[in-house]
């Protein structure tokens, strides 16, 4: 399984940024996929996350209303359109993927990140 997170970059506060996320050797049932985000020093935090039927999605109080997730089931892609980006959401955003090993238990794969830079 190979998660590749993309669209990262510098951008000032107002600006819009769409992250992209590719997966392959996506071959299993998936229970959700997710972007997380992680400034230095300070611990990994849920961004947004999808159900594998994009029917449920849930987002940090901090980005609802400013941030949309998406996915194309078709090419195995997430998205993450991130507007109206404030200085506080500087960090590293990581793809993640919620595999299903049994009913009960789950397995999660991340990508290597891609730095977002606010700047006021």
């Known amino acids: 399984v190979q998660l590749v997170e993309s669209g990262g970059g510098l951008v000032q506060a107002g600006s819009s940024l769409r992250l992209s996320c590719a997966g392959s050797?996506?071959?299993?049932?998936?229970?959700?996929m997710g972007w997380y985000r992680q400034d230095p020093g300070k611990e990994r935090e849920l961004v947004a996350s999808?159900?594998?039927?994009?029917?449920?999605?849930r987002y940090a109080d901090s980005v609802k209303g400013r941030f949309v997730i998406g996915r194309d089931k078709t090419n195995n892609t997430l998205y993450l359109q991130m507007n109206s980006l404030e200085p506080e959401d500087t960090a590293v955003y990581y793809c993640?993927?919620?595999?299903?090993?049994?009913?009960?238990?789950?397995?999660?794969?991340w990508g290597q990140g891609t730095q977002v830079t606010v700047s006021s």
């Open positions: 999808i159900s594998s039927g994009g029917g449920t999605t």
């Open positions: 993640n993927v919620v595999r299903y090993i049994t009913v009960v238990t789950t397995r999660n794969y």
């Open positions: 050797g996506v071959t299993f049932v998936i229970k959700s």
